[in-house]
């Protein structure tokens, strides 16, 4: 089976449900995902109705389609879906991915959703999937997303420079982050162990 089969899997502990995304999610997605706040740094703006059907079926033809592993947050308290989060650019020969394209709806920040969301990506990644680099990359202007890149142990490497349009036309400069193999034990007993802070939640 190829990465993008064997990522597609159900993580959880007992603050988050991570789970593959689904024609039948698209509503409940759809009821958190109409914030501008939220895509002020992504590479798409969902401003309408129009706007998030685009989005959401990118998501679903991304997935079909092996190019990501696009996963919904159900925040286990509320039982409400909370946001998403996804592999991506998963290089199986190279034993390299991304975790990104990450949000979640005003009323699940600070909560801690985004920190346990991403243990489960890493520990997935590290542990079953045998990756040796999971990176993440931001908007080097997202500075809530940088530091809580920072905060859940990732090293900062470098910006690629002009690297994409965004809506409006900036060329955004991204800036890259990771977190190696051989990191992952002290990354792993920092996303344990830290208190819930409201940085550990930035997404992008």
């Known amino acids: 089976m190829t990465w993008a089969q064997n990522a597609a ?10 789970r593959p995304v689904t024609e039948a ?6 009821a958190v995902a109409m914030d501008p706040d939220i895509w002020r740094y992504f ?23 092996g190019r990501r592993v696009v996963y919904v947050i159900t925040d286990k308290a509320s039982g409400r879906i909370a946001g998403s989060m996804s592999y991506g650019n998963m290089a ?4 390299r991915l991304e975790i990104g394209w990450s949000w979640l709806g005003r009323d699940f920040r600070g909560q801690g959703i985004n920190r346990w969301a991403k243990y489960l990506l890493l520990e997935h990644a ?4 045998g990756a040796e680099r999971v990176e993440f990359k931001t908007d080097i202007l997202n500075t809530q997303a940088r530091r809580g890149l920072r905060n859940i142990g990732a ?13 409006g036309g900036r060329r955004r400069d991204a800036i890259f982050y990771s977190v190696l193999r051989a ?14 802070v409201s940085q550990l939640d930035a997404v992008g």
């Open 155 to 167: 090293v900062e490497e470098g910006t690629l420079r002009s690297f994409n349009y965004m809506p």
């Open 43 to 65: 590479v798409s703006a969902v401003e309408t109705d129009t706007d998030f059907e685009k989005f959401f079926d990118a998501c679903l033809a991304d997935q079909a389609a």
């Open 9 to 18: 899997a159900v993580l959880e502990n007992e603050h988050v449900l991570l």
């Open 126 to 129: 590290f542990e079953k999937l």
């Open 25 to 30: 999610d698209r509503e409940g997605v759809r």
């Open 92 to 95: 199986e020969v190279d034993a």
């Open 183 to 196: 990191e992952w034990p002290r990354v792993q007993q920092e996303l344990a162990t830290k208190p819930k």
